[in-house]
């Protein structure tokens, strides 16, 4: 396909990330926001709790808690307590309270018996067999005790993490500000979605997945639009994005077209930290500091631009937003269903589909068209295989490293 792509001297891929993990520093903006809107959000402190978890000791099941006795197996009950009440007085042993699942263990009991192994005749209640001590009390702080540290600095905070906090009582944290990103597309050719498609025009879709993307990542998205191929307005671009964001994404004209200005004008304002990577789809992307924000020049191919932002700009954006751990994207092993046809030179990403076989082993099927410009085929994969730059193509039925989408 394209004998250029295989040229020596571009940056292996694993280099280029950490390249760009260590030029950015996070954002130092903090506010404090309510729980029910910090989904996605990135802590600020660590939290810690104020309260056990559980608050009191708390029977497990529907049944009687119990003063166990060795004597006999028949006990006086003396009362009952439902969840949110506590029973006052103390049990003695051989005294038992009817008590429901969450409610506070009488003082003075040691043990729970469900009631299905009690039998009830007025306020004497026989059990199957001796209880034993501790059975079925939840103890105060067994999950969570006063002071523990439960979510830290750096957490980018999930559903369940917000649960989390929701049961210890915090209702307001404190979170880095969302990112601010802009996001432009060049290139004369291009055509807005809705409008008529001109002759040798296409319609313009990058921006609708990298804006989607971002709209995932709980980033505000600041919208510049198409700008033709022309230096003077490519800069007017770069610098009305720089005033106002974090981090500036742009697609298209980071080539050596004679129309590829977004390397060129990258480096009249700011400084260009690299520019090409042995990486297929995305071999030219653009990396950079302006005077305020970071830049990211994705290629215009449409698959180019997706895999560098899933690749490269998606860690950038997670150090920027604060996450303490960037983790490296999950792989796993696959078993390959056809030839992965690669040449040395550089790191594949290729659309595939992965399923499991009645075995449960992991399979994994390319697609044919591999084409940068094939975005269907992108839209229909489950993950990409990545393929080191120095391997040449894999047979069948060997195993390959996926990364689902
Ligand atoms: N002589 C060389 N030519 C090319 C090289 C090279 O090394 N030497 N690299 C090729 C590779 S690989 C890629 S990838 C592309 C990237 O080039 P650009 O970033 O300059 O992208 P454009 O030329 O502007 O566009 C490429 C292609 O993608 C379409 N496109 C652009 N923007 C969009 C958009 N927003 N939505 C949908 N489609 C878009 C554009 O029409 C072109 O077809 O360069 C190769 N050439
Ligand atoms: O590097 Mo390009 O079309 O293969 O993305």
């Known amino acids: 396909m394209n004998d250029v792509c295989n ?3 571009l940056l292996p891929i694993e280099t280029a990330i950490q390249n760009i993990l260590s030029s950015i520093n996070a954002i130092s903006h903090n506010e404090t926001i309510s729980i029910m809107q910090s989904v996605g959000r990135v802590l600020a402190n660590d939290v810690k709790s104020n309260i056990n978890v559980p608050a009191h000791n708390n029977s497990a099941m529907d049944g009687y808690a119990v003063c166990i006795s060795d004597k006999s197996l028949t006990y006086t009950q003396v009362g009952s307590v439902f969840a949110g ?6 049990l003695t042993p051989g005294q038992c309270v009817r008590i429901m699942t969450g409610a506070a263990i009488a003082p003075g009991a040691n043990g729970v018996v469900m009631q299905e192994n009690a039998s009830v005749n007025g306020d004497q209640i026989t059990f199957t067999a001796q209880p034993a001590v501790d059975e079925n009390i939840r103890f105060a702080g067994e999950d969570i005790a006063i002071n523990d540290v439960i979510l830290n600095a750096g957490d980018k905070l999930k559903a369940v993490d917000v649960g989390l906090l929701a049961s210890l009582g915090i209702a307001d944290i404190n979170v880095t500000r969302k990112l601010k990103v802009a996001v432009f597309s060049t290139g004369d050719e291009l055509i807005e979605p809705g409008q008529p498609l001109k002759k040798g025009a296409i319609y313009e879709s990058n921006r609708a997945v990298i804006i989607s993307a971002l709209q995932q990542q709980n980033v505000d998205v600041l919208d510049l639009g198409i700008i033709s191929d022309d230096k003077a307005l490519i800069t007017q671009a770069f610098l009305s994005a720089d005033e106002k964001a974090d981090a500036v994404i742009s697609s298209g004209g980071v080539s050596v077209g ?28 653009a990396f950079g500091k302006l005077p305020n924000s970071y830049f990211f020049g994705l290629p215009g191919n449409p698959v180019s631009a997706a895999v560098t932002f899933n690749q490269l700009v998606e860690p950038a954006l997670q150090k920027l937003s604060g996450l303490g751990q960037v983790a490296p994207k999950m792989r796993f092993n696959a078993i390959t269903t056809s030839v992965v046809k690669k040449r040395p030179g550089r790191a594949d990403f290729q659309r595939a589909t992965a399923s499991t076989n009645e075995q449960g082993d992991l399979l994994v099927t390319p697609f044919n068209k591999q084409g940068s410009g094939v975005l269907s085929s ?11 730059a120095q391997s040449g193509s894999i047979a069948k039925g060997e195993t390959v490293s996926i990364e689902f989408l």
Do not use: Y
Request: proline share 8%; hydrophobic share 40%.
């Open 7 to 9: 040229a020596p001297g």
């Open 85 to 90: 009440q506590t029973f006052e007085g103390t």
């Open 258 to 285: 004679e129309a590829d200005f977004t390397k060129e004008v990258l480096n009249e304002i700011g400084n260009i930290h690299f520019w090409k990577i042995a990486m297929k789809p995305g071999k030219p992307f």
């Open 378 to 388: 992108l839209s229909r994969a489950n993950c990409l295989i990545v393929v080191p």
